[in-house]
């Protein structure tokens, strides 16, 4: 977990709800903020980190979104978000077509974001995928172009169940398409002080030994007031606990700045 420059990392997650979204935006609006130059590629259909990042997207076009790279093969389409250093490749609905248009496809369907987006990488320091919560084409480009990624988990049995096919899945990616692929690490999201969180966290790093972030994620409303408010947490709270703990997570997992380990303070439960 070094320093990272000019990395393509996917952050993914194979169910919704465990703040996928959420770590896609704030990591890539906290390195902005710090004046990193930093690309957001909304993967997900569900277009929720673009919502948050363009004010003018709902009237934009499929043609000026991802769809046209995925599915009609054509250059990434990049806008400026409102923040500095922070450009943003945004998604469409439609893009949940995609699993049935690629499966027919002759091409090398893997490599469709891969062959647009490595033209323009070195524009960055930084880009980030966000994924759909689930393990199809889309993922399979994203892991495709990607130097590493980043698993997203939530408190709950069945978050650590699902681990296990992903990470069938980055094998099969490894195998076939991407030889260079790394696991960057996995980061423990939605954390609150119950026995619940507490058992999924110590179960997490016992399976996945010195591969969980030590930074842990809170769950915090000031997250989603900002979302709500078509910011990114830095802008809207930057004081709040969840921009202080994606702060330190940035620092942790791409600025070579371990942080401390607090295994004693992280998921304890009420007592």
């Known amino acids: 977990m070094g320093k990272l420059t000019n990395m393509i990392i996917s952050i993914a997650s194979q169910k919704g709800g465990t703040g996928k979204t959420s770590s896609s935006i704030s990591l890539a609006a906290g390195l902005a903020h710090k004046g990193k130059r930093v690309l957001l590629v909304d993967m ?23 769809y046209a790279t995925i599915l009609e093969r054509k250059p990434l389409v990049i806008h400026h978000t409102r923040l500095a ?41 930084f880009v980030f995928i966000d994924n759909p919560p689930a393990l199809g ?41 991407n030889p260079s692929l790394q696991l960057h690490g996995f ?18 790093r016992q399976t996945y030994t010195g591969q969980v972030f030590h930074t842990v994620i809170p769950r915090n409303t000031d997250l989603r007031d900002a979302h709500f408010s078509k910011t990114d947490i830095f802008s809207y709270a930057k004081t709040s606990k969840a921009a ?19 295994h004693q303070q992280e998921g304890r439960p009420r007592t």
């Open 44 to 66: 997900d259909s569900q277009a929720n980190s673009s919502k948050v990042l363009l004010p003018n997207y709902p009237k934009l076009a499929k043609e000026q979104t991802i």
């Open 187 to 204: 980061l423990f999201t939605m954390s609150d002080p119950t026995l619940n969180t507490a058992a999924s966290l110590s179960t997490l």
């Open 85 to 125: 250093n922070l450009d943003i490749a945004p998604s469409h609905i439609l893009l949940s077509n995609t699993d049935v248009e690629l499966t027919t496809a002759k091409d090398h369907r893997e490599a469709r974001l891969k062959s647009q987006l490595d033209p323009i990488k070195n524009q960055y320091d």
């Open 244 to 262: 202080l703990a994606y702060d330190k997570l940035i620092r942790e997992a791409f600025l070579n700045e371990p942080a401390e380990l607090e």
């Open 137 to 177: 084409w889309l993922t399979i480009n994203s892991f495709t172009a990607s130097d590493k990624v980043m698993v997203v988990v939530s408190p709950g049995y069945f978050e650590l169940d699902s681990l296990i096919q992903l990470n069938k899945v980055l094998d099969e990616v490894r195998d076939y398409f």
